[in-house]
């Protein structure tokens, strides 16, 4: 389980965790999206530029444990000029890696698949998925024309499921 | 097997295999007891069933292994405590024949259930003039809950009547359930009479009528298959401990559509989503409807008994009892002048079978019997209305289950004969 | 005894004898598990309490000898059962300083118990306007309730303040307690701070202005001698889990002219004395508020465990968890930057040590120490408002029992101390 | 426990049970009281001539258990020409001998000496209480210049204390 715990804490995640990407506020933001996990009490604030259908830049800040501010690094790095489509792709990937099913992660999101080893304590998954939740929820309601938007994952209670 | 009986027709259709009565008898430490010198004849199933090793032991390895509390705890017992529990609901929804574990609540029992689904679904959807239909061989669990509702919101509570043998008249069924009426909660079985009620008959001319539809499943789950989908009713509770599991744990199955639109039964931890001194949101289903710690080790522990059920086969259970109702009705219509209740015919009913002697109290012929080391149950068995109806302030019953054989049934007639020579009435 | 440590004072009056902890440790077996091939050091006990073999052993020997239904049942076991489950009530009586059997109920824990209060005394009794106090360190199982009540009634739900040192600030309580008040329902102590409120002092203030009492005691009755004539309350809540006992058993104690006058809660079997499809009346205290089924064979158990804390002693116990709670809180200051809550001084709290990392999540910290084999808390611990009003989303919670020791505290320390280095924060 | 059956069971019960004195109803009643327990379902029916504060006769009609019914029996032996404080006296020494605690009967209240038995069986107590209980409630209302009384033992739960 030392093994586990490192598995988790991948140096790759400990790096992000200790230097967040995208911690920069923007100065013109399309969309700003608040996510929070209450039970967890991660708290999440993010703003993205938009180029039509392109995020052109993005800022998170999260306030919540190594996985989430990791995680959520990761997507500031990795979203960055890239289509709301792909977006939406990537995100749905980094669900369904985190649920435990088999998925491929292609090289260039290498770092995402570092996250692999919350599978192992459900309990974490949501603090892992808290920022793709909150993205997704601000392209959405950029598409359906408002600005602000909120997520939670809070409730995403499938890891009980056996 | 003993040749001087009939034997009861066995459905055509059943081909699963016998239970191992050894074995099973085997299974359960209590049945090792003397009492008052005698072998355990346990006749009261219908109450509460007993347990077997690997149920007792469920809950030992529960408290020494992986004991902590669930859901919020990130560490490893905590982690191992909470998946253990939600594999029981899991379990429990595969049980009744496939539903989703959000739809899966657990309770302390039918009781519990019951009075979740008045408290919540009824307060916010039975109005001044509707209509409630029960039975009238309602245990009180289905009833009092219901009569204290209809109370409370000048509702109007019918009751389907029963036949001079004990089951659902239906003559009048359509003046009974109509378009007026809101929930239909009937029992699935009698507790009493041991009738199996045309549940999904019913349920189907309910929703007709546009009204919802509870079945008591307390005293049918645990001796025969349970397919809520095919019964077709939107509520259906039944209690652990009434088939071979722990004290403490009901089930609630719940349509998730209503489930969803109910507000919460009791409010506390674990079933919030966020706290503030002036509002307060819900978790998602199943949480809304549990709050404050569960009783973790005996749901826990349940999934022990459910497999165990499962193992020997819910089919196969429901042949052994319909065979052993069948030997014991015909060995207790044999001593004169005791007068059974509900259905003679085993494939119409289950293995709770009440009965009075003309001259010997039902309290008498407990006691008596108890001093032969045979337990059986006698009174209002929890309901009085019924009761009334058949013109009887007790009646004694004797209930099966799958540790019970012929001798058994043999051992209670005997005692049976020999009460009124020690009466002498 | 660590020499490196200045010791606690321990109170004057304290003569009691100390606890044999290695005697302790040897009763619980989980605690001889290896969890993640360490020694398992348990700092969980505010969520649950692991269990001694006398416990563990009281629910086996229960299903092995002695299960049947109860309160009806005329045989052998039925009367084995009844009295066993009678003796738990008579002693949890006795363990409050002597209340009266009627005055306790079973529920199946604090939150159902609170639960009760407010869906019989609260809602035949809290009108428009009236006033319902808590305090600001509420768990949410004594808080939701009164939300929802207040909200409900359109009553006003105050709360009294906590200071910077998590004591309630009585500066502005004749302001809050008012003849307005109705109910005032408050903790013995804060699972979050620690912290043990003046209950009897605020008892006293609150009957004065004519309001009802109920103290929640799910985190003080495991901890200290409880008497609740003393404290004066009029409703006191707690939960068997958290004293060494099976989980899915509470206590509720209620005044018996107040639990005369509430109507029923869950209706059903048990609770009734006549039933009528149109009328009902109801069985004498307590059965009145048991309905259905209970969990017996836990009810039974718990009796064990009552027992175990008694021959401990409940000043020995407190004597313990004080020195142990100053060692704690002691070493844990020695770790710069951890920023711990709640009152400093063991006198005037219990053992649930809640702290945060300036730069490590407690979701972290708990995990990281899980990997250590130690198992603490981390998160809202169901309090979410005082949270908020501490400034914390989560914190860490390591809280104490009778089988820890200084051995454990030193390893949570050790532990803290090689997570800074590993997170590198 | 054969013992104990016999013993609570005794051939004076039994005998009383086969034949219950007191069962022809009475021509002039003073006093009419029923009494049930609705859990047990045993029912009594009482019918009493005083004369002034002396039981003249007395009518039991009991439905229930053999020892509700031998309990009856003995009442209607043992009170008719008795005075009420006296009858009063025996109700309460039948209660307090079937509660456990140790009292002497007198001897020509010898049959009620048969009831000890019960105190064995908890559950059965009310049943041997329920024509005493019936019987000082008509007495109560005949004092208060009432003829018609009710009585339970159904929620005498005291056998549940230690
Ligand atoms: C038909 C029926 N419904 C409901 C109940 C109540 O079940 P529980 O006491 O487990 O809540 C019973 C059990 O006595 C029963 O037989
Ligand atoms: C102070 C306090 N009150 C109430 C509760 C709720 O107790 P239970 O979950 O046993 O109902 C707890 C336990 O978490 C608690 O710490």
Redesign the pocket.
């Given at each position: 389980m030392n093994e586990q715990l490192d598995d988790m804490y991948r140096e790759i995640i400990l790096d992000h965790y200790r230097s967040p990407r995208g911690r920069k506020p923007l100065e013109k933001a399309d969309i700003k999206s608040d996510g929070s996990n209450p039970a967890c009490g991660d708290e999440i604030e993010m703003q993205v530029e938009m180029d039509n259908d392109t995020i052109k830049d993005i800022h998170v800040n999260c306030k919540g444990c190594a996985i989430s501010v990791a995680s959520g690094s990761m997507l500031a790095e990795i979203t960055k000029g890239k289509p709301i489509d792909e977006v939406r792709r990537i995100a749905e990937l980094v669900r369904r890696m985190l649920k435990g099913e088999q998925v491929e992660i292609p090289d260039d999101l290498g770092d995402i698949d570092s996250l692999r080893g919350v599978q192992q304590f459900p309990v974490r998954i949501k603090c892992a998925l808290l920022a793709w939740a909150t993205l997704v929820e601000g392209l959405k309601s950029y598409e359906d024309g408002h600005k602000q938007a909120s997520a939670s994952t809070e409730n995403d209670d499938d890891e009980h499921a056996e | 097997m003993h040749t001087n009986t009939g034997k009861v027709p066995i459905p055509a259709d059943s081909h699963q295999p016998r239970l191992d009565l050894v074995a099973v008898k085997a299974d359960f430490p209590i049945l090792d007891q003397r009492i008052n010198g005698r072998r355990l004849v346990y006749l009261d199933s219908?109450?509460t069933s007993q347990k077997p090793w690997v149920v007792i032991r469920a809950i030992t390895d529960y408290y020494r292994k992986q004991n902590a509390n669930i859901h919020r705890g990130l560490h490893f017992l905590a982690e191992r405590a909470t998946a253990a529990y939600e594999k029981t609901r899991a379990h429990a929804a595969n049980f009744m024949g496939g539903v989703q574990r959000e739809e899966v609540i657990f309770t302390?029992?039918?009781?519990?259930a019951?009075n979740l689904i008045a408290y919540t679904w009824g307060e916010a959807n039975i109005k001044e003039g509707d209509e409630i239909v029960i039975t009238e061989m309602?245990?009180h669990?289905?009833l009092v809950p219901w009569v204290i509702l209809a109370q409370k919101k000048k509702a109007v509570l019918k009751q389907i009547p029963i036949t001079f043998c004990g089951h659902l008249d239906l003559s009048d069924i359509d003046n009974i359930i109509t378009p007026r009426t809101k929930l239909l909660a009937l029992?699935q079985?009698?507790?009493v009479l041991g009738t199996i009620n045309p549940v999904a008959k019913l349920t189907e001319l309910a929703h007709k009528q546009g009204a919802i539809v509870l079945a008591?499943g307390?005293?049918a789950a645990p001796h025969m298959p349970i397919d809520v989908k095919e019964l077709g009713v939107d509520f259906y509770a039944f209690?652990s401990?009434?088939m071979l599991g722990p004290t403490g744990v009901?089930i609630l199955y719940g349509r998730r559509e209503l489930l969803e639109e109910m507000p919460p039964f009791n409010t506390g931890g674990e079933m919030i989503d966020e706290v503030h001194f002036d509002r307060v949101t819900w978790a998602e289903l199943p949480h809304k409807f549990e709050a404050g710690t569960p009783d973790i080790a005996n749901v826990v522990a349940f999934d022990a008994a459910l497999t165990y059920l499962e193992e020997l086969g819910l089919e196969s259970i429901r042949r052994h009892e319909m065979e052993l109702t069948g030997y014991a009705i015909e060995r207790l219509s044999q001593i004169k002048g005791l007068e059974i209740q509900g259905p003679r015919e085993p494939a119409q009913r289950g293995g709770a079978i009440s009965f009075t002697d003309p001259n010997i109290h039902p309290h008498d012929i407990s006691t008596f019997l108890d001093s032969r080391g045979i337990a059986i149950r006698a009174g209002h068995h929890?309901a009085q209305p019924l009761l009334r109806i058949l013109g009887k302030t007790a009646t004694a019953r004797a209930s099966l289950y799958i540790y019970n054989d012929e001798a058994d049934i043999d051992a209670l007639i005997e005692a049976l004969v020999e009460m009124r020579r020690y009466f002498g009435v």
């Open positions: - | 219908a109450a302390r029992g039918t009781t519990e019951i309602e245990h669990a289905n029992t079985m009698s507790n008591d307390a005293q209690s401990h009434k009901g929890c």
